[in-house]
């Protein structure tokens, strides 16, 4: 890792590392989030799903 930073300082890219590094970074951020956003969905469709079945089963019968 060390020589990859010497290679980028010694051109004068540093600041593109550090670009790259930030990219990185929010794209997994970003990621994670929408991992986790995929995961809430899932979990209040299942309890949407469990409340009509319990509604199914002891709901109001005519």
Do not use: K, Q
């Not at 051109?11 to 990185?24: I, P, T």
């Not at 969905?41 to 002891?58: H, K, L, P, T, Y």
């Amino acid at each position: 890792m060390d020589r990859l930073i010497e290679i980028f300082a010694a051109r004068g890219d540093l600041a593109h590392l550090a670009l790259l590094v930030w990219a990185l970074a929010a794209s997994a951020l970003a990621w994670r989030a929408v991992g986790e956003l995929t995961a809430a969905a899932r979990r209040f469709d299942d309890f949407v799903r469990e409340i009509a079945r319990f509604n199914a089963r002891f709901g109001d019968e005519p």
